[in-house]
């Protein structure tokens, strides 16, 4: 509790608007001026988000797409050289990135602990924390978009809160999310009471109707490559297939998060919405943004290298394919823009090595001994503290605590007990790059000097970070190696495994293809507006991706 008040306490005012010292005008850009083929204004804006959907698995699992992911990936404009452009590559930044075309440095959101928990609201019709975008900055294409036609609709919904909440930001639109106990819910943030179609919708117990479901390979074993006999997947317990969702309904319930069917459910109750809320059918460009979280937990739990994560995407395809074609016979085709990409994607497990991954010398990486020593060190000098703490991820220390890369002071702490800052950082620096696997130790201060274009992991983290409120020293870690601490699949950091994500646009405005332009998730944003003719409403970080845009002659 102690380190959540620091981030939220330096949050306050570290978290301001103006680009971090980055030079992005020498980043890939578009010309000032974009004429679309295409003038007619879209009546829906799909904006799909696969969680810790990496860029790759459309490539390795292309021959076997035969439903929605695969006529988006054929029909569409991809970019395979796409990234979330920050360094915590976790759920919360990710999604906060993608329809406000801003870099997390400048939405606030720049970690999951940070994210949407707020405890001054609460969720409507089921226990559990409340959450808000509270700590969101700026607006989205939600906003732009209402902006220019007040009668625009909107629904966004996800099994996560912060999945739900951050694409549209700050904005008290029809938002929901799935708390694990069987309904999807919203918190006190957007209203006192759930829809009736909501309430409908819950009370036909969809996610209890899994129980006892069996989870089998959709195809023989010799379609798949990944062996199903790999124990460090599900921390060696129950890794081999079949898998079962327990019997009891509240429990299925409960651990339906962990099996395909939960983007079945997903996927279901957004076109629910749809119908409830009449979106696309007005002469207004309507939202529906769906984030998508299986993937995430299944990837987490078993690997992106697993027989269970490729059965999975080929069920989600199948899933996005149901989907589309409900959607389509409800709107036209022809209205409807699709935007799809990933809060960010997965790095591998140490110890499984493929032929498509470089990470055949990753280790786990513990860098306790270096905190340990910090804490007794701070202890010494009359930093009052508990001495190291663990829970969750998170180290907390005398006068610190650490997470996601990220050493964060208490230097109201540190000043009364009269300790230097920059000897203390000069000194704890030496002490990570000691520690086999830790490629990089910086402060923020001396990022801003790199060489953004070439030096990718110091760009990335000055889109987190424009000081050193929050993070006084931020440490990377060599490609694919994780933190000792996390049992399971990771992501978080500034490298490619866990930054590489897809950028896909599809529709009638769209011109079809592969795309080696370098983009960004936010540069989704600002292609959208363009698209649907909408102004966004103060600077963006992201740019428009011309080559998406089917073009006329000036």
Do not use: C
Not at 11 to 22: I, L, N, R
Not at 88 to 115: D, K, L, Q, Y
Not at 154 to 167: E, G, H, Y
Request: hydrophobic residues 40%; proline residues 7%; neutral net charge.
């Amino acid at each position: 509790m102690r380190r959540k008040g620091l981030i939220r306490g330096a949050m306050a005012v570290a978290v301001m608007f103006g680009s971090p010292s980055v030079n992005l005008s020498q980043q890939p850009t578009a010309p000032a001026t974009i004429h679309p083929a295409d003038t007619t204004t879209p009546k829906l804006v799909l904006f799909i988000t696969i969680d810790a959907m990496r860029s790759d698995y459309l490539q390795r699992f292309e021959g076997q797409l035969s439903g929605g992911l695969g006529r988006l990936y054929r029909g569409g404009a991809f970019f395979g050289n796409g990234f979330q452009d920050h360094a915590i590559t976790e759920t919360a930044p990710g999604h906060s990135v993608t329809m406000s075309g801003r870099f997390p440095v400048h939405t606030g959101i720049v970690m999951n602990v940070a994210g949407v928990n707020d405890s001054s609201v609460k969720l409507i019709d089921s226990p559990g924390g409340g959450a808000s975008p509270f700590r969101f900055r700026g607006t989205t294409l939600t906003d732009w978009l209402i902006a220019k036609d007040p009668r625009t609709k909107v629904l966004s919904v996800s099994r996560k809160d912060r999945a739900a909440i951050l694409p549209i930001g700050r904005s008290k639109q029809p938002v929901f999310w799935y708390p694990g106990n069987g309904i999807f819910t919203t918190s006190t943030y957007y209203g006192t009471t759930l829809p009736d179609w909501v309430k409908a919708y819950n009370a036909r117990k969809v996610p209890m109707s899994y129980a006892a479901r069996i989870w089998r390979p959709m195809l023989p074993d010799s379609s798949y490559a990944e062996p199903d006999s790999v124990p460090y997947e599900a921390g060696a317990t129950a890794f081999l297939f079949p898998h079962a969702i327990p019997t009891a309904p509240d429990s299925a319930a409960a651990f339906l998060a962990e099996f395909p069917w939960m983007d079945d459910v997903t996927l279901d109750f957004a076109l629910t919405g749809v119908n409830a809320l009449n979106l696309g059918a007005g002469p207004e460009t309507d939202v529906l943004a769906i984030s998508l979280s299986t993937t995430d937990a299944i990837g987490h739990k078993y690997g992106p290298d697993s027989r269970e994560l490729h059965d999975h995407f080929l069920r989600l395809d199948h899933a996005v394919g149901v989907f589309l074609d409900s959607l389509f016979k409800l709107r036209n085709e022809k209205d409807i823009v699709i935007a799809l990409t990933a809060d960010h994607g997965l790095s591998p497990y140490p110890e499984v090595h493929t032929a498509h991954d470089a990470n055949g010398a990753a280790i786990r990486v513990n860098v306790r001994p270096v905190l340990q020593k910090l804490s007794n060190t701070l202890a010494a000098r009359g930093v009052p503290g508990n001495g190291l703490e663990y829970m969750s991820g998170v180290y907390a220390g005398n006068g610190f605590s650490f997470d996601s890369g990220v050493l964060q002071l208490d230097r109201a702490a540190l000043q009364r007990a009269n300790v230097n800052v920059d000897t203390l950082l000069m000194g704890v620096r030496a002490d990570f790059l000691k520690v086999a696997g830790v490629a990089r130790a910086e402060r923020i201060s001396t990022l801003t000097t790199a060489d953004t274009v070439n030096d990718k992991v110091a760009r990335r983290w000055l889109h987190m970070f424009s000081d050193e409120a929050i993070a006084a020293l931020v440490v990377s870690l060599a490609p694919y190696n994780y933190w000792m601490t996390y049992n399971l699949a990771q992501h978080g950091s500034p490298n490619d495994p866990d930054a590489h994500v897809p950028i896909l646009f599809y529709g009638s405005a769209i011109k079809p293809g592969r795309y080696a332009d370098f983009a960004t998730v936010a540069d989704m944003a600002p292609t959208l507006a363009l698209i649907a003719h909408v102004l966004p409403l103060e600077k963006l970080d992201g740019h428009v991706l011309q080559n998406a845009i089917r073009q006329s002659t000036p």
